[in-house]
């Protein structure tokens, strides 16, 4: 089937600190990649995609590539802020089935202390 | 433009009731998708409508069901509510471009509350 597996939370970093959140899939077909990000309270929101093998997808300082060798989609960034602090779900969608469905990962929540 | 706007953004409900949520996706969107979110079960899709019809659906009792109107507004109805269907109710709107451009828009979330 198709699955999408997250690293366990919270990440728990100091403003300024160098972030990783780890993502492999298993996909049945050829997907696209995503992430998205949750704030408090709030629905999601689409931070990054890839549509391809090693595509990388950047937004607001955050990368993640595409490796289709490893089916990884790690969500970096070099320098965090406590604005930051939220939860990240990396999810993928099957290309080519002509539906819309995303599988998402269980997410993974950030906190960053100034 | 305007995003996916939800309505109700929140709803407190009782056993046994039923429940209509409402989406209106981004002007232009055709394709409306529903999401439920858990603590338990994590992010889980639920159905797609495209120009009026479920084009895919998720793994759900027949108690969810939904509908799109002419104008890619949607609604989705729980009927016989249950404790377990307290979730934030997503609903994401997406254009149906081209495949490698296609990226779903979220709303904000109907969280809905069963006693």
């Known amino acids: 089937g198709n699955s999408v597996t997250q690293m366990e939370g919270p990440v728990t970093l100091s403003e300024e600190a160098f972030l990783t959140i780890n993502c492999t899939y298993t996909?049945?077909?050829?997907?696209?990649l995503f992430w998205y990000v949750q704030y408090p309270g709030e629905g999601l929101q689409l931070l990054l995609k890839a549509t391809k093998a090693d595509d990388k997808g950047s937004n607001k300082g955050f990368e993640a590539t595409y490796r289709k060798e490893t089916t990884s989609f790690h969500l970096e960034k070099g320098s965090v802020q406590v604005s930051d602090s939220a939860v990240y779900f990396c999810?993928?969608?099957?290309?080519?089935?002509?539906?819309?469905?995303?599988?998402f990962g269980t997410g993974t929540r950030l906190l960053v202390s100034p | 433009k305007a995003g996916v706007t939800q309505t109700p953004r929140y709803l407190i409900k009782t056993r046994g009731q039923q429940v209509t949520l409402s989406c209106s996706p981004i002007s232009g969107h055709r394709s409306v998708s529903w999401y439920q979110q858990t603590p338990g079960q994590g992010l889980q899709f639920l159905f797609e409508?495209?120009?009026?019809?479920?084009?895919n659906k998720g793994n759900f009792p027949g108690r969810f069901s939904g509908r799109q109107f002419s104008n890619s507004r949607s609604e989705m109805n729980v009927s016989t509510l249950e404790l377990g269907d307290s979730a934030l109710y997503l609903c994401?709107?997406?254009?149906?471009?081209?495949?490698?451009?296609?990226?779903?828009?979220f709303g904000p979330g109907t969280r809905l509350l069963v006693l």
């Open positions: 996909a049945t077909g050829y997907p696209s």
């Open positions: 994401a709107s997406s254009a149906r471009l081209a495949e490698d451009q296609e990226t779903q828009y």
């Open positions: 409508y495209f120009s009026e019809t479920q084009r």
């Open positions: 999810a993928l969608r099957l290309m080519n089935t002509g539906f819309q469905k995303l599988v």
